[in-house]
């Protein structure tokens, strides 16, 4: 029984392994493509890490920040809301700024006017993170909850995710102390899968070794 059970584990981690494997080529793929519109389906989990573009007007005073840890150090993602062209709602994330910037002068370093933004799609993080939950009465975010955030900010209804900024272009950029730094996004998938199916398809072997050793000590 447990022979069955050890090898059906060990092929069942062969095929996660080649799972992980085209999940990692499919998003490597789309970080180096060319930036899409963004899609009617923007929530979707399979366009995860999609590169898309959007016009549109920023929404400054909605600005949230929201607490991170970068190779920058710890700080505060900028979220900021923009209206699209077609009506669309979408949060942005403009980039970290350090430790400490207050909320008023991460909003004032909102570009005024049209922009145009080009990023990756990322799907909404609900509630907080796994050690806090978002706060906000208290205006404290652990998470890029999306929802959360428009209902704070009285906002209505939004893309059901958020892009990372890559390149933000504007007209006006107003002259501010903090710039958010963009382009900071990580992908990582672990893949441990190997590890794990050798692990099981040794205990496999060691099960059918002490099932002949006992044959023949019978």
Same mark, same amino acid.
Do not use: C
């Given at each position: 029984?447990?022979? %069955? /059970?050890?090898?059906?584990? #060990?092929? +069942? ?13 499919? /998003? $490597?793929?789309?970080?180096?493509a060319a930036p899409v519109d963004l899609p009617a389906d923007a929530g979707a989990r399979d366009l995860e890490y *999609?590169?898309?573009? *959007? =016009?549109?007007?920023?929404? #400054?005073s909605a600005t949230a920040l929201v607490r991170a840890a970068t190779d920058l150090g710890t700080g505060y993602w ?9 009506? !669309?709602?979408? +949060? ?6 350090? @430790?400490?910037?207050? !909320?008023?002068?991460?909003?004032? =370093?909102? &570009? @005024? ?11 909404? @993080?609900?509630?907080?993170? /796994?050690?806090?939950?978002? !706060? &906000?009465? $208290? $205006?404290? +975010? ?5 929802a959360g955030l428009a209902a704070a900010r009285k906002l209505g209804a939004v893309v059901p995710a958020f892009v $990372?900024?890559?390149? @933000?272009?504007?007209?006006?950029? &107003?002259?501010? &102390?903090?710039?958010?730094?963009? #382009? ?17 398809? %040794?205990?496999?072997? *060691?099960?059918?070794? #002490? ?6 000590? %019978?």
């Open positions: 029984m447990a022979l %069955a /059970v050890f090898a059906t584990l #060990g092929v +069942w981690q062969v095929q996660r392994m080649q799972w992980k494997h085209a999940l990692i080529a499919r /998003v $490597d793929a789309r970080v180096h *999609l590169r898309v573009k *959007l =016009s549109g007007v920023y929404q #400054g900028t979220m900021t809301p923009l209206r699209m062209d077609d009506g !669309r709602q979408v +949060w942005i994330n403009r980039g970290f700024v350090p @430790e400490g910037t207050p !909320r008023a002068v991460a909003a004032a =370093s909102t &570009p @005024e006017g049209r922009v145009t933004v080009a990023g990756l799609l990322r799907l909404n @993080e609900p509630k907080g993170s /796994v050690l806090q939950a978002n !706060r &906000p009465q $208290d $205006d404290r +975010w652990y998470s890029r909850d999306v $990372d900024v890559q390149v @933000e272009q504007a007209a006006q950029i &107003p002259p501010s &102390p903090v710039k958010p730094v963009s #382009g900071l996004t990580q992908i990582h998938f672990p893949d441990n899968h190997l590890t794990y199916a050798l692990t099981w398809f %040794a205990l496999t072997a *060691l099960s059918a070794f #002490g099932l002949v050793y006992i044959w023949r000590r %019978a």
